[in-house]
Each structure stands twice: as C-alpha cells, then as structure tokens.
C-alpha cells in the first residue's frame, strides 16, 4: 500500500467543475423543452398518435314519387392501411403478396399503393365493398400486418340495380386532374363522385359533408382507441316524380325486347310529371362499386352512357299520323267521314308512294285510316291539309324543339315543312308533304318529345316541360325546394278535332294495330309505328296514353324499340306492362296468356264501337 | 477475516456511511425502477423484464453491502488479478458471447445472461489506480500515461472487437478522468487526447460534409475536405498545411520571443497530420449504423424515419411531457411504441414524458447529489488509491449521464450507452451498485480502515 506524497485536490475540483457544468447544461436543456417548448412537442406527440380516418358521409337518398328509395347507403367494409410512424422493421412486401391473395388483386399495383400511404403518411383504402365473408378472412389479417384495419362505411347502393341507370346516373372515381379542381371542396383523392344524370347533376346537394374518426395508433400503425369524431352530415334526399313500378316495368320490358335496345318515357299528361324513363342498354350502378376491379373494368368498357330517351332521335313514323290528322281535322281540311281508296300504293307526279300494306285497305276513313294506319289515306290528308298546317301543329306539339328538361345531352329532332325550307331558301314539293304526313323524311324526334306530344293530345293541348324532381329535402334544415310545373306551349285546335282524334287512337287500340296493348277495364288510346330506318331494320314504336273510365288520363307514353320491326307487337306490350304498373293491377295476360283477336265485324267501317269520351 | 470482526466492522460502519449517498442511490433505483417499468409495460416480455430487474436489484443491493463490509484496499492488492479477470472475461465473451443485433457482447451463465463490458472497465479503473498510485513519484513522466494507456488498450480492443463502440468511449472518460487527478502532465495528456479526439472528430467533419454537402463541387471547401478521405495528393497538400502552420506558429512565437521548447511546435503538424491519417482510417472503418448516428445526431431532419427517428421521437417524448408529465403509464410516445428502446437507452425520455420536469430534474439532481458525494469521497478518502479510484468512477458515471440525457434531449449522436441505475439492464445493474459499492466503502473507511 503505497502512498505517494499529497493527491492534487485542485485538480479534483476542476473535475467537480466540469462535472457540475455538464449538470447545468441539461438541467437547462430540460427546462427549455419540458418548461418553453412544451406546447410544440406536445403537438408533434399529439400528431405522432393520432390518425384521421375519413369517415363518408351517407349520400343523399334518391326517392321515388311514392317514397320508394331508388338510390341509397348500405353498411359496406373498407380495407383501409394506416402506415406507423415506425417504419424500420415493418415490410410491405408479404403485405401485398397477402392482400394480393385475398382480394384477387395484382400484388405490385397494391405494394404502390402501401408505399404511396407510408410516402404521404396518411391513411389510404385498399378496397371497399368488402363482402361479409372476405372481411371475416381479412380480420384475421389486422393481427399480423400492423396498419391494416376495417372500418364500416355508408356507400351508394342502388337496391333496384339496373335502374333508371340513366337518370340516376352512377358514382365513380376521381381522375388526378378532376381531384385537384375539387380539393378545395373537401374532396379526398378516394373519394367518389357521382358521373352521370342526377347523381353528378346534384352532386353538392347529395354529397354531405363528410366525417371523420380521431384514432389512437401506435407506432405500427395498429387502431387502439376512438379519440374523438367528427360527425358527419348526410346528404340532402331528392324526391322524383319518377314512379318506381312504371319505371321497372319500362327498364324490364325493354330489355326483353328482340333487340334489347330502345327508349320508354312515361308522362303524367296532368302534370308533366316524368314518371318513367328507360334507355337501353343500361348499365348496374352497383358495379362501378363492387371489390372486383375486373367487374369494374369491364362495366366501365362496356358502359353505354348515351341516353336514347332524349339523345337519340329517330323518324317517328306513324305516330305522327295522329298530329297531322289533328292539323287536317281542326284546320276543316278533312272530315272524320270522307274516305279514300287505297290500293297499296299512291301515285304522286310520277312517283310512286306506297302504303305500308301493299295489299291495299280498300276504302278507309278517319278512323279506321288511323286504327289501321293507312299510308295512303295520310297522303291524301296530307296534300289536302298543306305541309305548312302540319309544320304548325308539330311544332305546336315541341317537335324540333328540346324540351328542356333538366338534364344534360338533350337533343331537339329535327322537323321539317314548307317554313323551315323557306329558312334555308329550298323549295317545298308535295312529295314532302307526303313524307310529313307519315312521320318519314327528314321528321327525327326523341322518346321524350313523342312522350310529351302524346300527353297533349291526352290533356287537349297542354304541352308540358317535363319536371322529375319533386322536391330536395335538405339535411341542414334549409326549406324543401320543391320544382315547380312548367306549360311549355298548347296546341290550340277545335273541340271536334280533339275528339276525333282520341276516339282515333282508341280504335287504334280496340281494333287497329294497338290491340298489343289492350287493358279491359282501362280507357286506353295509341298509335303504332314502324319507323323506316336507312341504317338496318325498321324501328318499332308505340305512343299511347291511359285513363280509368270517366277520369282525366293519368300516364302517357312512348316506347321506341331500336330495330324492333313492328310497333304493335314489339314495343306496344312494352308499354303495356307500363300501364299495368301505373296502375297497380295484376297483368290479366299473366294468366290469361291469349289475347283474342280483333273480331272481324270491326274491321269494317261504321261498326266501331264508340268508347267513352275522356274529358 | 473472521465472521465475528465482519459483524463488528457492520456495527462500526453505520456512523461513517455517507447517508445522503446511499439515500441518492435509492432514490435513483426508486424513480428509475418506476420509469422503466411503466416503459416496459407494453413490451412483450414484461413479467420477465419485471423478475429479471429485482433478481439484479436484490443482488446488486447484497454486492453493494457485501462490498462495503471489508476493505477496498483488499482490491489494490489484488490488482493483478482483478486485470487479469478484466482481460479473461472480455476475451472469453469473444469467444462465448452469444450474437445479439450484430454483437458479439453477451454471455450466457447458469441461464443468466451477462454483458461483462461494464464490469471489465469498472475491474480497468480499479487496475488503472493501482498502476498510477505506484507511479506517484514519476507521475510527471510520459512513460506514465503510455503505460497507462498500454494497460487500458488490451481490454479496450477487445470490447471494440465485440464490436460495442459505445462501452468502450465510456473508457476514455475513466482513463482520462484518473490521469488527470493523479496529476500527469496536462499538456502531454492533452496532446494524446487531443490527438484522439481528433482522430475521432476527423470522420465526424467528413460525416457532416457529406450530409450538409452532398453535392459539393470539387473546388470548394468541403469537397477539397472531402477529398483528403482518399488518401491522394489532397492528403499530402493537407499534411503540408500542418508543417507550414507548424513552422509559422514557430516563427512568430520567436519573432514574439514567447519561451517555449521548439520541440512543442514540431509536435504540432506531427499531431495534426497523424490525427489526420488516423482519422482517415477511422473513416473507412466506420459502420454503416454508426455514421448513421452521427447522421442523426448532425441533422436530425434528414431522414426523420431512418437514423434520425430514435433522436427526433425521444426529444418528442421529453418535450411533451411539460411541467408535470402525462403520468405514469399514459406517456402516448412510449406506451403506443412511438419511442425507441424505451425501457432500455431511452427511459429518460419515458421519464421525461410520464413524469415530466419534475421528474426529470428529480433524476438530474439525484445524480448531481451522487456524484457530488463520489468527489466528496475522493477528496476525504484516505489514500491515493481510493482518490483515483472515486476520481474514476466520478468521471465515468458522469460521462454516461451527459451521454445518455444528452442524447435524449438530441445534445448527443445515439450512443448505445444505458443511464446506470436507470436503464432496464441486470448486469448494468448489478455492476453498477458493486462499483458504487467500492465508492461507499473508500468513504466509510476515510479515516480509519476498520
């Protein structure tokens, strides 16, 4: 033990110095960031485990008139990833591959979007619409991969599927572009917009505003606890006059037609009330949100957007005759009684015009000329009423006019007469009028217009702008608005002329070539009409209206069927089931299949049962 | 020693103990047992996390008593031995030690796992006094610190062959702190810790060249620094520099006619250039996880997920907490995982959030007491041998302190270095409480040896 000489003490207590320096310098580090900085690292705690989960909010409910929910929210499972703070040791990797399995999906397109959600450092949604039994499977996913979660959410779902798909229109996908425009409106990159008819045209008003969950995470990522939420607000709810039984009856009965495609518009002729409107080929809006993004694709592919019910414009055929037999009658040119001859054909200037039924009708009059549709008979009347008469009344009726209704692509026809030749300074010939008076030549209308057309006739002049919304109930308490009814024009005729042409179109259907859509114990009046079609086969249509004995006529409706030959026998049942469903009653052809013929003692001229008179 | 003196020499110490040091110890196990355990709460392995921490504790506090009951002067005489001990079980974790995250530093007994670094240097420090208080007389002399160095080194390669970089710098302070106060020559000890330091900082300057600058351009200042990391004509230029500053600081100090050796001003390119070269070695020997410390450490917001995440999420932590901490068990940072090795090398992050300033100068100041009452036992312990051996342990302890707190407040690069009595770590623990042991013993027996 040695022991060598005095220990240097001062030097000890320079080491007790620095010693005790190094003590003051954290002591004051402490205090600066526990005692100054506090509130800016309790933020930085604070956002460290905390994730916001947007919540959607329920879209507004699309009712029909009755109170039908054509478009609402059903409780979906979202697959949703919350990247951790702590990334180190966690692999996104067998979480694609994992996923990939589950969910069908290609593995590296869902590795992006796992790295994109760690590079941005926010929750993202790897697939929505789970269905129950692959959410069962993925639950048990959450408890290896940390981040992955299921969260319930409200989506679109439209119960009837295939639906008014055109007027509803359908919800869809943001392009980056379309986002940055809507960001500002409190859009997320995910969220989903409504891409056609009502869904995109009251997109503000359905939307909502959307909620959100406060969540604890942990490091990885894993949900522990609700911190707090952000209720949501839903969206406002819109009323259409749509009628859902017209419309399914119009939607089904089309797609059962030879060709499957087509247009049926239903109108109340005492209101303009829309109550159906079809256009075929239609599409499931519900497919745009199922997990299978191949199911997508391919709707997406496949899907026609063009609504022919106010796009499409065809030659209307013979369901013009009723409106220029309507300008033939009021304007005195032709009497109800005077009959022509038809022998299959009418020769004009040389030219030969031939009737529909080259056998020829014999001797025809008012009522059977139209019952039957007889071409030549309409030639006549159309070179005794003048084209410009006719040229009047359709127009009167909003041919060659859009109807304004509230949606977008509509398109006005194109009407033809001696005025719009004067225009373009081209001659009018007799030949034309021929044309005109049998709804050929260059006459196009839409579904809609000829929809509209035949309701005047029904209501006796009042031509209607057709409204479908009823009313939108907004969510934030602000008053209904309720659309208004709006008289677009009337066709002014005399008393007798409309009388005669509504008993027309009732012959037409008890003992013409309406008989396809005969209802017993329903007034119901048509037209039949087989359009020429340069492009293929002849277009089918039907016009026609109905009514309960001794009330106002309560539906009126056109149904164009693409191709579809003869409109008595393929778009007249159409509008047949139409008429059912408007009227609530069981289809009496359900069970009793055979409809008898028209009996022959009809057919000749004088013998046609009176029906009762509508109005 | 005989059962019946042992007992005597109990009855005799309680008058002489340094009771404000052993009520520091206590209250550091206390508050640090609290932080750890609310920290390891989430851990998976908490029970035996919970077990394994009072099986140390209850032997460490058995040491602690063991170790004040005979005289520390019995450890001078053993000093050899002790060295020997130092060097076999640092060797032997070499060549046993079990490979845990990249180390080679654990070593599994009697299904006890130990990591005899810290134990190795406490048995260097004990090793060291001895050494310095036989060399009283030629203290002054060069050979003395080389020597020193040359008994220190052995044990300190091996460490840094586990390799565990971070044990080993907590040698420098012990081997500097004990020089120091034994009185070696201030300016040959500077040189040579200079000389390391420099070594040291030399890779830490092209570290921070090279996230501050990562694109510099070949002409400027960090990329000419850059370049002398190749060992090319850049070297050279700089080598030449230090001769030239070598010779001018010469010139003017004659030309001032200031009395220094000339000898001094050649030992400054000789230091400068072989720091240097030193430092350039260091450089390319450098591991990629630690020069990602000093990443973290120099730019924290360079990469907030990598490197940095450790630094940026404690300093979050401690901040956090404020004035009077989240309580304990309800810190966010720790108990959601967001904190790194919370139990273990960042419990005063814990602390600082679940506890908050309080509880953070309670530990600042408990310490501060502690080491207040280890110079204390220096400056009264009776021989020389205990001076050095407090003087030691004084400066290692608070090395570690201003490491480990440094680097949870981001004062310090991420060294894997554990706040004794705090940090979740049996044999941390248990050596802790001998070493602290041997420093309550040189108290108790200042004045007599019992």
Same mark, same amino acid.
């Given at each position: 033990?040695?022991?060598?000489?005095?220990?240097?003490?001062?030097?000890?207590?320079?080491?007790?110095?620095?010693?005790?320096?190094?003590?003051?310098?954290?002591?004051?580090?402490?205090?600066?960031?526990?005692?100054?900085?506090?509130?800016?690292?309790?933020?930085?705690?604070?956002?460290?485990?905390?994730?916001?989960?947007?919540?959607?909010?329920?879209?507004?409910?699309?009712?029909?008139?009755?109170?039908?929910?054509?478009?609402?929210?059903?409780?979906?499972?979202?697959?949703?990833?919350?990247?951790? %703070?702590?990334?180190?040791?966690?692999?996104?990797? @067998?979480?694609?591959?994992?996923?990939?399995?589950?969910?069908?999906?290609?593995?590296?397109?869902?590795?992006?979007?796992?790295? $994109?959600?760690?590079?941005?450092?926010?929750?993202?949604?790897?697939?929505?619409?789970?269905?129950?039994? &692959?959410?069962?499977?993925?639950?048990?996913?959450?408890?290896?991969?940390?981040?992955?979660?299921?969260?319930?959410?409200?989506?679109?779902?439209?119960?009837?599927?295939?639906?008014?798909?055109?007027?509803?229109?359908?919800?869809? %996908?943001?392009?980056?572009?379309?986002?940055?425009?809507?960001?500002?409106?409190?859009?997320?990159?995910?969220?989903?917009?409504?891409?056609?008819?009502?869904?995109?045209?009251?997109?503000?008003?359905?939307?909502?505003?959307?909620?959100?969950?406060?969540?604890?995470?942990?490091?990885?990522?894993?949900?522990?606890?609700?911190?707090?939420?952000?209720?949501?607000?839903?969206?406002?709810?819109?009323?259409?006059?749509?009628?859902?039984?017209?419309?399914?009856?119009?939607?089904?009965?089309?797609?059962?037609?030879?060709?499957?495609?087509?247009?049926?518009?239903?109108?109340?002729?005492?209101?303009?009330?829309?109550?159906?409107?079809?256009?075929?080929?239609?599409?499931?809006?519900?497919?745009?949100?199922?997990?299978?993004? !191949?199911?997508?694709?391919?709707?997406?592919?496949?899907?026609?957007?063009?609504?022919?019910?106010?796009?499409?414009?065809?030659?209307?055929?013979?369901?013009?005759?009723?409106?220029?037999?309507?300008? !033939?009658?009021?304007?005195?040119?032709?009497?109800?009684?005077?009959?022509?001859?038809?022998?299959?054909?009418?020769?004009?200037?040389?030219?030969?015009?031939?009737?529909?039924?080259?056998?020829?009708?014999?001797?025809?009059?008012?009522?059977?000329?139209?019952?039957?549709?007889?071409?030549?008979?309409?030639? $006549?009347?159309?070179?005794?009423?003048?084209?410009?008469?006719?040229?009047?009344?359709?127009?009167?009726?909003?041919?060659?006019?859009?109807?304004?209704?509230?949606?977008?692509?509509?398109?006005?026809?194109?009407?033809?007469?001696?005025?719009?030749?004067?225009?373009?300074?081209?001659?009018?010939?007799?030949?034309?009028?021929?044309?005109?008076?049998?709804?050929?030549?260059?006459?196009?209308?839409?579904?809609?217009?000829?929809?509209?057309?035949?309701?005047?006739?029904?209501?006796?002049?009042?031509?209607?702008?057709?409204?479908?919304?009823? %009313?939108?109930?907004?969510?934030?308490?602000?008053?209904?608005?309720?659309?208004?009814?709006?008289?677009?024009?009337?066709?002014?005729?005399?008393?007798?002329?409309?009388?005669?042409?509504?008993?027309?179109?009732?012959?037409?259907?008890?003992?013409? &070539?309406?008989?396809?859509?005969?209802?017993?114990?329903?007034?119901?009046?048509?037209?039949?009409?087989?359009?020429?079609? @340069?492009?293929?086969?002849?277009?089918?249509?039907?016009?026609?209206?109905?009514?309960?004995?001794?009330?106002? !006529?309560?539906?009126?409706?056109?149904?164009?069927?693409?191709?579809?030959?003869?409109?008595?026998? &393929?778009?007249?049942?159409?509008?047949?089931?139409?008429?059912?469903?408007?009227?609530?009653?069981?289809?009496?052809?359900? &069970?009793?299949?055979?409809? @008898? %013929?028209?009996?022959?003692?009809?057919?000749?001229?004088?013998?046609?049962?009176?029906?009762?008179?509508?109005? | 020693?005989?059962?019946?003196?042992?007992?005597?020499?109990?009855?005799?110490?309680?008058?002489?103990?340094?009771? +404000?040091?052993?009520? #520091?110890?206590?209250?550091?196990?206390?508050?640090?047992?609290?932080?750890?355990?609310?920290?390891?709460?989430?851990?998976?392995?908490?029970?035996?996390?919970?077990?394994?921490?009072?099986?140390?504790?209850?032997?460490?506090?058995?040491?602690?008593?063991? +170790?004040?009951?005979?005289?520390?002067?019995?450890?001078?005489?053993?000093?050899?031995?002790?060295?020997? /001990?130092?060097?076999?079980?640092?060797?032997?974790?070499?060549?046993?030690?079990?490979?845990?995250?990249?180390?080679?530093?654990?070593?599994?007994?009697?299904?006890?796992?130990?990591?005899?670094?810290?134990?190795?240097?406490?048995?260097?420090?004990?090793?060291?006094?001895?050494?310095?208080?036989?060399?009283?007389?030629?203290?002054?002399?060069?050979?003395?610190?080389?020597? =020193?160095?040359?008994?220190?080194?052995?044990? /300190?390669?091996?460490?840094?062959?586990?390799?565990?970089?971070?044990?080993?710098?907590?040698?420098?302070?012990?081997?500097?702190?004990?020089?120091?106060?034994?009185?070696?020559?201030?300016?040959?000890?500077?040189?040579?810790?200079?000389?390391?330091?420099?070594?040291?900082?030399?890779?830490?300057?092209?570290?921070?060249?090279?996230?501050?600058?990562?694109?510099?351009?070949?002409?400027?200042?960090?990329?000419?620094?850059?370049?002398?990391?190749? /060992?090319?004509?850049? +070297?050279?230029?700089?080598?030449?520099?230090?001769?030239?500053?070598?010779?001018?600081?010469?010139?003017?100090?004659?030309? /001032?006619?200031?009395?220094?050796?000339?000898? =001094?001003?050649?030992?400054?390119?000789?230091?400068?250039?072989?720091?240097?070269?030193?430092?350039?070695?260091?450089?390319?020997?450098?591991?990629?996880?630690?020069?990602?410390?000093?990443?973290?450490?120099?730019?924290?917001?360079?990469?907030?997920?990598?490197?940095?995440?450790?630094?940026?999420?404690?300093?979050?932590?401690?901040?956090? *907490?404020?004035?009077?901490?989240?309580?304990?068990?309800?810190?966010?940072?720790?108990?959601? *995982?967001?904190?790194?090795?919370?139990?273990?090398?960042?419990?005063?992050?814990?602390?600082?959030?679940?506890?908050?300033?309080?509880?953070?100068?309670?530990?600042?100041?408990?310490?501060?007491?502690?080491?207040?009452?280890?110079?204390? =036992?220096?400056?009264?312990?009776?021989?020389?041998?205990?001076?050095?051996?407090?003087?030691?342990?004084?400066?290692?302890?608070?090395?570690?302190?201003?490491?480990?707190?440094?680097?949870?407040?981001?004062?310090?690069?991420? #060294?894997?270095?554990?706040?004794?009595?705090?940090?979740?770590?049996?044999?941390?623990?248990?050596? +802790?409480?001998?070493?602290?042991?041997?420093?309550?013993?040189?108290?108790?027996?200042?004045?007599?040896?019992?």
């Amino acid at each position: 033990m040695s022991r060598g000489g005095a220990v240097p003490v001062e030097r000890l207590e320079l080491l007790w110095y620095v010693i005790a320096a190094m003590g003051l310098v954290l002591g004051l580090r402490l205090a600066q960031m526990q005692l100054v900085q506090a509130a800016e690292w309790r933020l930085a705690a604070e956002r460290n485990r905390s994730q916001m989960i947007h919540q959607n909010a329920p879209r507004g409910r699309i009712y029909d008139r009755n109170g039908v929910a054509v478009a609402t929210n059903a409780p979906a499972f979202s697959l949703i990833f919350l990247p951790g %703070k702590d990334r180190r040791r966690q692999d996104l990797n @067998p979480l694609a591959q994992e996923l990939g399995r589950q969910l069908g999906r290609d593995p590296d397109e869902l590795l992006e979007k796992l790295e $994109q959600a760690v590079r941005e450092e926010s929750a993202i949604r790897l697939a929505e619409n789970l269905p129950t039994q &692959t959410m069962f499977r993925l639950s048990e996913l959450k408890t290896i991969y940390p981040g992955v979660d299921l969260i319930v959410e409200a989506r679109r779902w439209y119960p009837f599927g295939r639906f008014a798909s055109h007027l509803l229109g359908y919800m869809g %996908k943001m392009s980056s572009r379309e986002w940055r425009e809507r960001k500002p409106k409190g859009y997320r990159v995910d969220s989903r917009t409504g891409r056609l008819g009502l869904e995109k045209m009251f997109e503000d008003e359905l939307r909502g505003r959307d909620g959100g969950l406060r969540m604890e995470v942990d490091a990885q990522g894993r949900l522990k606890r609700v911190i707090d939420k952000i209720p949501f607000e839903a969206g406002s709810n819109v009323h259409l006059t749509i009628d859902a039984a017209v419309q399914k009856a119009a939607d089904d009965g089309l797609r059962a037609t030879a060709t499957g495609r087509g247009a049926a518009v239903a109108i109340d002729p005492r209101n303009g009330d829309l109550l159906a409107m079809s256009s075929q080929p239609d599409f499931d809006p519900n497919a745009f949100l199922s997990t299978d993004p !191949a199911e997508v694709k391919s709707t997406v592919l496949e899907l026609s957007e063009f609504n022919n019910a106010i796009s499409g414009a065809y030659p209307p055929g013979s369901t013009f005759k009723p409106i220029a037999g309507l300008a !033939a009658l009021s304007e005195g040119r032709v009497k109800p009684d005077d009959s022509v001859n038809c022998p299959g054909y009418f020769e004009l200037g040389g030219r030969t015009f031939l009737c529909w039924d080259h056998k020829g009708h014999h001797r025809v009059s008012w009522l059977m000329g139209l019952a039957l549709s007889c071409d030549v008979y309409f030639y $006549q009347l159309g070179l005794k009423t003048g084209g410009g008469a006719i040229e009047r009344f359709a127009r009167d009726f909003g041919l060659g006019q859009a109807t304004g209704i509230a949606l977008k692509g509509e398109k006005g026809g194109h009407l033809f007469g001696p005025e719009t030749r004067k225009k373009t300074n081209k001659g009018w010939y007799d030949g034309d009028t021929l044309n005109l008076a049998i709804g050929q030549g260059e006459l196009t209308v839409t579904p809609l217009q000829m929809a509209i057309a035949v309701a005047a006739i029904a209501n006796r002049g009042t031509v209607w702008r057709p409204r479908y919304i009823q %009313k939108i109930v907004y969510a934030d308490g602000r008053p209904d608005v309720v659309k208004p009814v709006e008289r677009r024009g009337v066709v002014s005729a005399k008393d007798a002329a409309w009388d005669e042409v509504q008993r027309g179109l009732e012959v037409v259907i008890t003992s013409g &070539t309406g008989g396809g859509a005969r209802i017993p114990g329903l007034l119901v009046a048509g037209k039949t009409g087989t359009a020429q079609n @340069p492009h293929g086969e002849d277009h089918a249509w039907f016009v026609v209206y109905a009514a309960r004995p001794g009330e106002p !006529a309560s539906i009126a409706i056109s149904v164009l069927v693409e191709n579809g030959g003869h409109g008595g026998t &393929t778009a007249a049942p159409v509008a047949r089931k139409m008429i059912l469903a408007h009227f609530g009653m069981e289809d009496p052809a359900a &069970t009793r299949p055979v409809i @008898p %013929k028209m009996p022959a003692a009809l057919t000749a001229p004088g013998a046609v049962p009176v029906p009762g008179r509508l109005r | 020693m005989t059962m019946a003196r042992a007992v005597r020499v109990q009855s005799g110490l309680s008058g002489r103990v340094d009771w +404000t040091y052993i009520g #520091a110890v206590a209250g550091l196990i206390i508050v640090g047992s609290l932080a750890m355990l609310s920290a390891a709460s989430t851990t998976t392995f908490y029970s035996s996390i919970l077990q394994k921490h009072f099986i140390a504790l209850t032997l460490g506090i058995t040491l602690f008593t063991l +170790t004040l009951a005979f005289n520390y002067q019995v450890f001078q005489d053993q000093s050899k031995f002790l060295y020997g /001990m130092a060097i076999m079980i640092v060797a032997a974790t070499l060549i046993l030690g079990r490979i845990s995250r990249g180390q080679r530093s654990w070593v599994h007994l009697f299904g006890f796992s130990f990591q005899p670094a810290e134990m190795a240097r406490t048995l260097v420090v004990l090793a060291l006094a001895d050494f310095l208080d036989r060399r009283a007389r030629r203290i002054q002399d060069l050979s003395t610190i080389l020597t =020193a160095l040359a008994i220190c080194a052995p044990v /300190m390669i091996l460490v840094l062959k586990q390799p565990d970089f971070s044990t080993t710098l907590t040698f420098v302070p012990a081997i500097f702190g004990m020089m120091f106060a034994a009185g070696v020559d201030t300016f040959q000890l500077i040189a040579i810790f200079g000389f390391g330091g420099l070594a040291i900082s030399v890779p830490l300057i092209y570290t921070i060249c090279q996230i501050r600058w990562p694109a510099a351009a070949a002409h400027s200042l960090p990329g000419m620094i850059l370049a002398t990391s190749r /060992m090319g004509w850049a +070297t050279l230029a700089a080598i030449g520099l230090f001769c030239a500053l070598g010779l001018l600081v010469w010139r003017l100090s004659s030309w /001032m006619r200031v009395q220094v050796k000339p000898a =001094a001003f050649a030992a400054i390119p000789i230091l400068l250039s072989a720091a240097l070269l030193s430092g350039i070695v260091v450089h390319k020997h450098l591991k990629g996880y630690q020069r990602n410390r000093f990443v973290a450490w120099i730019a924290p917001e360079s990469d907030v997920q990598g490197a940095a995440y450790n630094v940026i999420q404690s300093q979050i932590a401690v901040g956090s *907490g404020g004035m009077w901490g989240k309580g304990l068990f309800s810190g966010t940072q720790s108990q959601l *995982g967001f904190l790194p090795e919370r139990h273990t090398d960042f419990v005063f992050a814990n602390l600082g959030e679940e506890m908050g300033f309080w509880g953070t100068s309670l530990i600042l100041g408990l310490y501060m007491v502690l080491l207040w009452r280890i110079v204390s =036992a220096a400056r009264l312990a009776r021989d020389r041998y205990g001076y050095l051996v407090c003087a030691g342990l004084a400066s290692t302890l608070a090395f570690q302190l201003a490491l480990n707190v440094g680097m949870c407040l981001g004062l310090m690069p991420v #060294a894997g270095v554990p706040l004794p009595l705090v940090s979740y770590g049996g044999s941390s623990l248990l050596v +802790t409480l001998w070493t602290l042991g041997i420093v309550a013993n040189i108290y108790a027996r200042r004045y007599a040896l019992l």
